[in-house]
């Protein structure tokens, strides 16, 4: 069975454009999340979406930052007026239970380099 | 503020050997702690998983011990193999909080 896709994998922009992240998540799965690592640092949360809602967005850095989830399905993560010290792998984690206690299962990622 | 911390950033260990891989929380509400195995250029893959209720969680070669009253949880490896070669990230979450608090990780190194 299919697992959680990412695209694309390597994204190298300038600092100043706006990028878009896309996530698959494992069909039927109702709960997504977004991550992202920074070098040498542990996975930070940025938001959780059920359905198409998204009722925790408290992870996001700045208002450069939105994501958006339709049909409970794809998501878009999207990076307005990039900085540089918004480089970093963006991992995207599906599941099928909420509650908090959920495995939650992951992407490979987007690493994303800005210039 | 690191919510979960895990003090070592690298192991290495002999095949055939255990590892120990520790971990430390300070929020009390957490009551449901993950480790998940990262290879490069690959997402994390989820391991196991102990709730608050338990203080140990075996499966297979991997067993996770909870210590609540120190805010401390070990996943045991044994015996090692070159597979397990990877960075091992710790997690963890409380009911009703949808989101995993990570770790920085340890990169463990089996070593042939």
């Known amino acids: 069975g299919a697992g959680v896709s990412q695209s694309p994998s390597n994204k190298v922009t300038e600092k100043g454009k706006d990028v878009e992240l896309r996530c698959d998540p494992i069909?039927?799965?109702?709960?997504l999340y977004w991550y992202r690592q920074s070098l040498g640092q542990g996975l930070e949360f940025l938001i959780y979406?059920?359905?198409?809602?998204?009722?925790?967005k408290s992870g996001l850095p700045s208002d450069r930052f939105s994501a958006e989830r339709t049909g409970g399905s794809v998501s878009t993560l999207t990076i307005q007026r990039t900085q540089q010290e918004d480089s970093a792998v963006y991992l995207c984690?599906?599941?099928?239970?909420?509650?908090?206690?959920?495995?939650?299962?992951f992407g490979p990622g987007t690493r994303l380099t800005v210039l | 503020d690191q919510q979960v911390k895990q003090n070592s950033p690298s192991l290495s260990v002999q095949e055939g050997r255990i590892s120990i891989l520790n971990c430390d929380y300070t929020?009390?509400?957490?009551?449901?702690f993950l480790w998940y195995k990262k290879y490069p250029a690959e997402g994390p893959t989820f391991l196991i998983s102990i709730s608050s209720i338990k203080d140990k969680n075996e499966d297979g070669r991997f067993t996770v011990f909870l210590n609540k009253s120190a805010k401390h949880l070990s996943l045991h490896i044994v015996p090692s193999q070159p597979g397990d070669s990877a960075v091992y990230f710790c997690?963890?979450?409380?009911?009703?909080?949808?989101?995993?608090?990570f770790g920085t990780g340890t990169r463990l190194t089996i070593i042939p």
């Open positions: 997690a963890a979450s409380y009911f009703g909080n949808e989101k995993l608090t």
């Open positions: 929020n009390s509400m957490f009551d449901y």
């Open positions: 984690a599906s599941s099928s239970q909420t509650g908090g206690y959920n495995e939650q299962f």
């Open positions: 979406f059920q359905g198409n809602s998204a009722p925790d």
């Open positions: 069909s039927g799965h109702t709960a």
